[in-house]
């Protein structure tokens, strides 16, 4: 599969659980809504996910990357250690100027 670079770099990152390379693809004033909370800024977003990496340990495999009007999807086989893992999850991005301006992960 054909993975923009930034969705390469967000996977690598993820997948080597590797807080300050996932933070650093995500803009200043970045949001990531996940679990039904809202995380504003580069330093939320890099405590919620050192949060999430330590709490589920969590892994990301491709299934697909579609590009729409308002934003792309990026699909994942999302493994962990989390109830009902393996899940599909959709990644719903904004991308600004070669960074992620929103991200909304959705079942």
Do not use: C
Not at 4 to 31: C, G, M, R
Not at 38 to 59: D, L, P, V
Request: overall charge neutral; charged content about 20%; aromatic content about 8%.
């Amino acid at each position: 599969m054909n993975l923009p670079k930034l969705i390469t770099a967000l996977v690598e990152a993820q997948n080597s659980h590797d807080a300050v390379a996932y933070s650093s693809l995500f803009s200043e004033n970045a949001e990531v809504f996940d679990e039904g909370k809202n995380h504003i800024g580069r330093t939320a977003i890099k405590k919620w996910i050192e949060n999430s990496n330590q709490q589920y340990q969590t892994t990301l495999k491709p299934i697909s990357y579609k590009e729409a009007e308002k934003g792309s999807i990026f699909t994942a086989e999302v493994s962990g250690t989390f109830p009902g893992s393996p899940a599909i999850l959709n990644f719903n991005l904004v991308l600004q100027q070669g960074l992620i301006q929103s991200l909304k992960i959705t079942g």
